[in-house]
């Protein structure tokens, strides 16, 4: 044992790489591109640290080729299920009573690996088996997973530090005790990055994680799994089980010894593990802390001061980027009379000129939606808003999954604020657009606060700093993440803790100490030095 007080210091943000034509970083993501898309691999679970095989088989294909199979996998069932459980219970003394400090460098030498020999591996992985450009993955799937495993570690030894205030006679301490119990960590298709985080930030503080990862990701996230074993992550401390999600957590959430859920994915899903949750509670040893991050229906915002440039921009990344498929991208904007004429020239103009295609056409600004299920829900929501005498299409609006689940960027614009495609989540490159009168802007801010029913990002494009503070007061309780003049996706670990509220979740925000601070049972311990020898106390006296 080192006898010593450590502290990680605060990390600086991971860069990423461009991928410029003829840099050494694109010539090695394409030579994994081409070597991981030629593999068809088995994905096991992976349980107390060992691979297990059920024979209950589920494919990976890639989204924008959806006749190539990229992996297949096996699916827990009732008894693996179990099994994981137990194996995180076998686990946690061992994990529970292990130096902080080493926990943390199981993390810390992920990161260091994601960051150096596996880059390209993740990079290519997340783009074939989730459909992303090899920006969009190089921002998260390396980027944004080292910054959770770095910053998360230094918000540990930075909590960890804080201690009550003590007397010459009384010493107290607060003991950072990891929850009692395993955390249910529950994680979506559209960032590896989250797939990483969710599990590991309970880990992190001692805790042991069974871990559904969400089918559409399984590919990547099985890296991410491999990755962290190769790290250190002793056995148990993370159980890897896909499978079908209704099914995994009928059994899960029966455990008694339940403890935390670690989720993010749909509202309705969300909220319906919460009722599973509250009619199991007379089961359970402890109250399960519950972190959920939601949907969302984020918003731009622009004013008359606005810059133009800045706007079609910021409404072209914030919409269409990763295919919208992100909880943060911008679905409804509301733009003002004097600026829609000029902005909507430039808008229809850029939104033709971008390319949808396959990821390996590095051209590609736009790529393939998830899956079939969303690309048929995506395309009901294009059906809608063309019948509708409410909307007109004023760019794309084309879907075609005969090789890829392919739908080009939409416009859709309506004079009623409170249309279907204005209120809904739609999780695809959908932007609807309401053009309001300029001398109605606050009571535009107060349409905007009450139209939707999430809280999770939005943001104002102005000049006008009062304008910009009329906003931001106005819709203070209807985005988690705010932004001015940028695009309402931008959330980097450190720099803007993500998370919402209203439907749109818990509000605990990833990456940062907040969350970190969710998966841990404080306790006080109390010394006192010189202990009172007598009951009676001085006022007693006659």
């Given at each position: 044992m080192i006898d010593n007080l450590f502290s990680f210091k605060r990390p600086s943000n991971e860069m990423p790489n461009d991928f410029k034509v003829n840099s050494v970083e694109r010539k090695e993501l394409k030579f994994k591109l081409e070597e991981y898309s030629k593999k068809v691999i088995e994905i096991p679970l992976i349980i107390n640290g060992k691979e297990v095989r059920t024979g209950d088989m589920g494919e990976v294909r890639m989204p924008h080729n959806h006749k190539h199979i990229l992996a297949n996998y096996h699916k827990a069932g009732e008894k693996e299920i179990s099994m994981a459980v137990e194996a995180s219970r076998e686990a946690k003394k061992e994990w529970e009573n292990m130096p902080w400090q080493m926990r943390a460098l199981v993390f810390k030498k992920a990161a260091a690996l994601i960051a150096g020999p596996y880059r390209q591996v993740m990079n290519a992985v997340t783009m074939l088996g989730q459909s992303k450009n090899a920006y969009q993955a190089e921002i998260e799937a390396v980027c944004e997973l080292v910054d959770f495993f770095e910053f998360n570690t230094h918000y540990i030894s930075k909590m960890y530090k804080e201690q009550p205030d003590s007397t010459r006679t009384v010493i107290n301490q607060l003991d950072y005790r990891p929850l009692e119990g395993f955390v249910f960590a529950v994680t979506p298709f559209n960032f590896t990055a989250i797939g990483g985080n969710l599990p590991s930030a309970p880990a992190m503080v001692g805790n042991t994680v069974v871990w559904k990862p969400a089918l559409t990701a399984v590919y990547s996230n099985y890296f991410v799994m491999k990755i962290l074993q190769e790290a250190g992550l002793p056995s148990g401390v993370i159980n890897f089980i896909p499978g079908d999600g209704a099914k995994v957590a009928d059994v899960v959430l029966k455990k008694d010894d339940l403890a935390g859920i670690h989720f993010t994915g749909s509202t309705t899903v969300f909220n319906s593990m919460w009722k599973k949750v509250a009619q199991n509670l007379e089961k359970y040893k402890t109250y399960p802390k519950i972190v959920g991050e939601t949907g969302g229906k984020d918003f731009v915002v622009v004013h008359p001061s606005a810059?133009?440039?800045?706007?079609?921009?910021?409404?072209?990344?914030?919409?269409?980027?990763?295919?919208?498929?992100?909880?943060?991208?911008?679905s409804r904007a509301y733009i003002p009379e004097s600026k829609w004429a000029e902005i909507k020239n430039s808008l229809i103009k850029e939104v033709k000129n971008i390319k949808v295609g396959p990821v390996e056409e590095f051209s590609n600004f736009v790529n393939a939606v998830i899956d079939q299920k969303a690309f048929d829900k995506i395309e009901n929501y294009i059906d809608y808003a063309r019948k509708s005498p409410e909307a007109e299409i004023i760019a794309g609006g084309t879907c075609d999954d005969t090789k890829g689940y392919f739908i080009s960027p939409t416009l859709i614009l309506t004079e009623n604020p409170k249309f279907k495609t204005m209120v809904e989540e739609i999780f695809g490159p959908v932007l609807t657009i309401f053009v309001y009168p300029d001398d109605e802007f606050e009571q535009t801010l107060k349409l905007v606060n009450e139209t939707s029913p999430y809280g999770l990002t939005g943001s104002i494009f102005?000049?006008?700093?009062?304008?910009?503070?009329?906003?931001?007061?106005?819709?203070?309780?209807?985005?988690?993440?705010?932004?001015?003049?940028?695009?309402?996706?931008?959330?980097?670990?450190?720099?803007?803790?993500?998370?919402?509220?209203?439907?749109?979740?818990?509000?605990?925000?990833?990456?940062?100490?907040?969350?970190?601070?969710?998966?841990?049972?404080?306790?006080?311990?109390?010394?006192?030095?010189?202990?009172?020898?007598?009951?009676?106390?001085?006022?007693?006296?006659?």
């Open positions: 810059d133009n440039n800045e706007v079609v921009t910021g409404l072209i990344r914030g919409a269409y980027e990763y295919q919208g498929q992100k909880c943060s991208a911008a102005a000049k006008d700093r009062q304008a910009q503070l009329k906003a931001i007061k106005e819709l203070r309780q209807a985005a988690g993440n705010f932004y001015v003049n940028d695009k309402p996706t931008t959330a980097i670990v450190g720099q803007q803790p993500f998370g919402g509220a209203r439907a749109s979740g818990t509000n605990d925000k990833a990456g940062a100490e907040q969350n970190l601070s969710r998966w841990i049972s404080p306790r006080v311990v109390k010394e006192t030095l010189v202990p009172a020898k007598d009951y009676k106390y001085p006022f007693m006296d006659e």
